[in-house]
């Protein structure tokens, strides 16, 4: 490398002695063996400078948690932002030009990281892989994840660097009014070189999630990996504008869980620019019909999506629920018996055991078989205290379920009711939860599904 020549080049210029003058090998006065050593020890110090200058500082790797440490085997990974969320709820309608009276609240946030930590909450702690910077949101966030006992050593703390950020500011209702992301950091630090130095623990996980908050590079590097070890991948969309990112790694994603318009993105990334398209359904009050409108309108995206090698779907519709899209063959983890049962997942065992469509029992797993199923699971009514993070419980809630031993219906299911938690919680992750609760709401949810395509 041109720096590494020029290194080189000046220790030519300044040569360091390597060791100093002996009374046998130099006849001095010992002023003269004085300055000999000043010189030496100024040659250094100018070699040091040079060094200093011309060959980058590499980051600081922060040790791992010991106390927290994963035990040993296979553990899921996940890749990702973490973000300090900054959440301000006005007590009055918000006004634009002026302040109106609220709560302002700092909570860990980024689509990664709260999907670690459901999952970690719902007792399968996984490996996080992401990045901060060296500044008081990055001190907050990592503070917290150590006293919430989960392993720092995936997380990359960088010098002079923002430590990624969204301010999000509600209405009334807890929708979203108005938001602002500030998160370069995951693109610019994030980068394939710090993923490659968790290649044995990505090639033995279970499965491994990545959010599109990484850029295309880092993406194209895990997938590499997975798919070189035949570790499944769930794709986390992030946004409308990111979901794209899903296009040159689509052929190595096993599942990906968008909303209504992610889909629609996504599939146009994948094909014509607005080949797809989606129009909302005015308010209707009728469930049934709602969901086989947007059936209607979303099949032909979910169908190609299967065509370009993605295995299996779970288009989230808000308080409509979930559709699962897959083929009949779908297996999705790739060493389900080796993961470790978990006490959490042993109680939502025991609960579901036997629950399946009220209508007929389904196997995903027939070996042979071509068709193509799609399901409804509904989601519960809830109390809204705040919608941010409901999403990433659904995820960390289906993974989760999982490695616990749980099939992909059974799964979806407490995923959709991790989710309600999360609905009536202020935080983005609950403080805690309750087996018996999520159990209860899988159940219900398991029993009211519907399977509405098979061909």
């Known amino acids: 490398a041109p720096q590494t020549y020029l290194c080189n080049f000046i220790v030519q210029l300044f040569p360091i002695p390597r060791s100093l003058p002996t009374a046998r090998n ?3 006065t010992p002023s003269a063996v ?38 040993a085997g296979q553990i899921p990974v996940i890749i990702g932002g973490m973000v300090l969320d900054i959440h301000a709820k006005p007590s009055v309608p918000p006004h634009p030009g002026t302040t109106v009276p609220g709560m302002v609240k700092y909570i860990g946030g980024g689509v990664a990281r709260n999907i670690a930590e459901c999952m970690a909450k719902l007792g399968t702690q996984p490996l996080m892989i ?43 209702n807890g929708e979203l009014f108005a938001g602002v992301a500030s998160v370069q950091a995951v693109e610019t630090f994030l980068t394939p070189s710090w993923i ?7 090639s033995t996980a279970p499965l491994l999630m990545l959010d599109a908050n990484l850029s295309p590079e880092s993406l194209q590097a895990a997938c590499k990996i997975a798919y070189e070890s035949g570790v499944p991948v769930l794709f986390e969309p992030v946004s409308v504008v990111k979901s794209s990112r899903i296009a040159p790694i689509a052929e190595h994603i096993t599942c990906t869980s968008p909303n209504e318009i992610e889909l629609i993105a996504m599939a146009n990334a994948l094909s014509t620019p607005g080949k797809y398209n ?14 086989d409108y947007l059936f ?27 559709f699962i899209c897959c083929r009949e063959h779908v297996n999705f983890m790739k060493d389900q018996k080796s993961c470790k049962v978990t006490p959490f997942s042993t109680r939502l065992l025991e609960k579901l055991e036997g629950c399946s469509l009220s209508s007929m029992p389904v196997n995903l797993s027939r070996e042979g078989s071509s068709r193509t199923r799609v399901f409804h699971l509904p989601a519960t009514s809830a109390s809204v205290a705040s919608l941010t993070g409901a999403g990433d419980c659904l ?11 749980l099939d992909i219906m059974q ?5 959709i009711a991790v989710a309600k938690a999360s609905v009536e919680s202020e935080a983005n992750i609950p403080a805690n939860f309750s087996a018996a609760s999520i159990a209860d709401e899988a159940r219900r949810t398991l029993l009211s599904a519907r399977h509405i395509w098979c061909q």
Request: charged share 20%.
């Open 296 to 322: 209607e309108m979303l099949s032909p995206a979910m169908f190609f999506l299967l065509e370009k090698g993605i295995k299996l779907l779970l288009v989230t519709l808000g308080s409509n629920g979930v």
């Open 411 to 415: 799964s979806v299911a407490v995923g």
């Open 26 to 28: 130099f006849i001095s």
């Open 130 to 172: 992401s990045v901060i910077g060296d500044d008081m949101a990055g001190d907050f966030l990592l503070k917290y994840w150590r006293l919430a006992g989960l392993c720092t050593d995936g997380i990359l703390q960088v010098p002079d660097v923002t430590t990624p950020v969204v301010s999000n500011v509600f209405d009334g």
């Open 278 to 291: 989606f129009v909302k359904l005015e308010q209707c009050n009728n469930k049934a019909e709602s969901v």
């Open 395 to 405: 995820v960390g809630g289906f993974l989760s379920s999982l490695c616990g031993g």
């Open 34 to 71: 004085t300055m000999t050593d000043a010189a030496a020890s100024s040659s250094r110090r100018r070699m040091e400078a040079v060094r200093r200058h011309l060959l980058p500082r590499p980051p600081p790797v922060l040790s791992l948690n010991q106390l927290s440490a994963p035990e």
């Open 196 to 202: 490659y130095q968790f290649y044995r623990r990505i």
